[in-house]
């Protein structure tokens, strides 16, 4: 067994490293500040640079000019990206667009690929990836309202739907529909391309967050598909494939989320430790020597450190051995990662005191932001009982 990186990405990692420190991060305080559109020209700056450098797109296959990355090996980049929330953004390889990406370069036309792909790729457009309703349940999305009628050549969706992420300024979403309301619960949805200038796409809202609405890209918005008419040509694969393809897309995605959220894992314990080994707690004291800082600082690390070897192995058990295999590792990573960082951002927070609750640091951004982590691509209840059910099949049950 090797635990070193891989030679293959080693320079490319160190570079991105760097990057990252010196070219990114500055600029989260002024895109945080204007926002993602009025910041848009800063951002486009960014990614030319990237692009420039030959680092553009490391999820993204070689023949649509992206670095063609196995999955450890992207799994690794998005913990570096990770470091910062422009990260991943400025390289090309953002939720939702990068999972879009995946199922458009497998399942495309020539045509879809020619008119959505590729211009995705270059990181010309935006898209979303429209699932979930408000009135149904999203941890059980085969409940589904949201319907494709075939007229003539073409569909009419009619539904409404929300947290549909990066919606806003997006160019197209992809839809998910009934299509085949008879057929059994995982065959009755396809994937459906609408482009957002098609009439009957309303974007009623961008969903407050916490008190934040957000904008462009950082956004998760409301839509209602009212008489939505698009050619069939625009369906992505088969009829009844959607939920086929949605798990597809899901099991990349949650390596690509976990090992990002092992980034700011690392970003997080660097503020934390930095704080608390110069906060004094009297004249010559720090926050440092305090048994209840030190007990939060080892185990932030032993729980960072299982993560990243928790989320490798399934990245590489995917890759090596194929997605069923992995299933349980998927799972497991999900639910235990996601809790590993929202448990150090708040703890992270309660030493920095009033301080942590303020902007003045990365720590409120992460605690607003990332808290749908336990919510989204499965929340952890879910997760929980399947990997248990599989667990006492074993035994029987
Ligand atoms: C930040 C964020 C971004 C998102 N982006 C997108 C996007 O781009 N596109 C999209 O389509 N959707 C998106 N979603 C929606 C997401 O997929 C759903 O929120 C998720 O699937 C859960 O569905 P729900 O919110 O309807 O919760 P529900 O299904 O109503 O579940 C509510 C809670 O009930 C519990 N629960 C549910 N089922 C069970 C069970 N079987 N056993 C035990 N407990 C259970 C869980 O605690 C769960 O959190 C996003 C969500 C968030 C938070």
């Known amino acids: 067994m090797d635990f070193d990186l891989p030679a293959s990405v080693r320079p490319l990692l160190e570079k991105i490293e760097k990057f990252v420190a010196d070219v990114v991060m500055p600029a989260e305080a002024e895109v945080m500040e204007k926002g993602f559109v009025a910041s848009a020209p800063r951002l486009a700056e960014l990614r030319a640079q990237v692009k420039a450098a030959g680092m553009w797109g ?80 999203g941890s059980n999305p085969t409940i589904m309202s949201t319907t494709a009628r075939k007229d003539g050549t073409d569909y009419v969706i ?48 961008n969903i407050k967050i916490m008190g934040d609405p957000g904008e462009g890209y950082g956004s998760h918005s409301e839509i209602w598909y009212r008489g939505v008419r698009v050619p069939q040509a625009n369906r992505l694969g088969p009829e009844g494939a959607g939920f086929l393809i949605a798990q597809e897309r899901l099991g990349p995605g949650r390596i690509h989320h976990c090992m990002r959220w092992i ?35 080892a185990e932030a690390r032993a729980e960072i450190n299982a993560s ?28 235990y990662v996601a809790d590993v960082m929202l448990r150090l951002v708040d703890r992270a927070i309660q030493l920095h005191g009033a301080l942590g609750i303020t902007s003045d640091t990365i720590l409120s951004y992460y605690y607003v932001h990332e808290r749908g982590a336990r919510i989204y691509d499965g929340p952890d209840e879910v997760h929980k009982m399947v990997v248990a059910k599989r667990i006492l099949s074993r035994y029987g049950r």
């Not at 390289?91 to 590729?118: M, R, V």
């Not at 990066?166 to 992809?174: E, S, V």
Request: charged share 25%; glycine share 8%.
């Open 58 to 137: 490391p999820s993204l296959p070689k023949d649509v000019g992206g670095l063609g990355l196995s999955l450890v090996e992207h799994g690794l980049v998005s913990e570096r990206l990770g470091r910062s929330p422009l990260g991943h953004y400025v390289f090309g390889c953002q939720a939702p667009d990068a999972g879009n990406l995946e199922i458009l370069h497998k399942y495309g036309s020539a045509e879809q690929k020619a008119t959505w792909l590729e211009p995705l790729a270059r990181g010309d457009i935006r898209s979303c990836f429209s699932m979930t309703e408000p009135e149904n349940p």
């Open 158 to 205: 009619d539904g409404h739907k929300w947290f549909t992420t990066a919606a806003d300024g997006a160019a197209f979403a992809i839809v998910m529909a009934v299509t085949n309301p008879e057929a059994s619960a995982h065959a009755r949805a396809s994937m459906i391309i609408v482009p957002t200038d098609t009439q009957g796409f309303e974007l009623t809202r």
């Open 263 to 297: 980034g700011i894992c690392e970003r997080v314990f660097d503020t934390m430790c930095n704080h608390i080994t110069r906060r004094k707690i009297d004249d010559e004291k720090t926050l440092a020597t305090r048994q209840i800082a030190q007990a939060w600082v």
């Open 308 to 335: 990243r070897l928790m989320v490798l192995h399934a990245a590489w058990t995917i890759e090596n051995k194929g997605f069923d295999r992995a299933r349980d590792e998927v799972s497991t990573i999900k639910f």
